[in-house]
């Protein structure tokens, strides 16, 4: 069965700092890739997704994020991070052999310190 | 735009008094998911529709039920909630399984006095 690891539950970045939130997964084949993001009382939104291709796919609101095979990892980034991206963020990864459901991992929660 | 939503965005219940969620979708997504989360938690899949096919997580209480009478229309009953059960609650939906990625709703958010 596939997993994913976010091993930072809490980062704490200054606005305009760069960002780097760490996705780890485990899976037998090339899995297909999701972060998703949300905001207080919200439900989730997609940021962007990787199925095959471009290992550096981007999303929206400037994010981006690398598809590491060797690393086994999906790291999501952005080069200058606003007082508005504060909220959650998940990573899920999908594999069709595990009755076609994503996994989530446990969430990174951003704050941004002005 | 093509969505899914839910309803109401806030409900307030008694402690053992049933409560039903709605979620409708206009994306005319075939699998429809209810996940339950709790305060700084990932979200924890319930139960999934397949078309009409209902799938059942193996620890989901039996306190929670499903109905799915059309395409675009899902619920979520909770026959007798509990302090417990106080969460938000997400519906999403998918095109022939979620491997390819899910659409959630805004969510509704449940409590229980």
Known sequence: AQSVTQPDIHITVSEGASLELRCNYSYGATPYLFWYVQSPGQGLQLLLKYFSGDTLVQGIKGFEAEFKRSQSSFNLRKPSVHWSDAAEYFCAVGAWNAGNMLTFGGGTRLMVKP | DAMVIQNPRYQVTQFGKPVTLSCSQTLNHNVMYWYQQKSSQAPKLLFHYYD??????????????????????????????????????LCATSREGGARGYTFGSGTRLTVV
Do not use: W
């Open chain 2, 52 to 89: 009409k096919d209902f799938n059942n997580e193996a620890d989901t209480p039996d306190n929670f039920q499903s109905r799915r009478p059309n395409t675009s229309f899902c619920f979520l009953d909770i026959r007798s909630p509990g302090l417990g059960d106080a969460a938000m609650y």
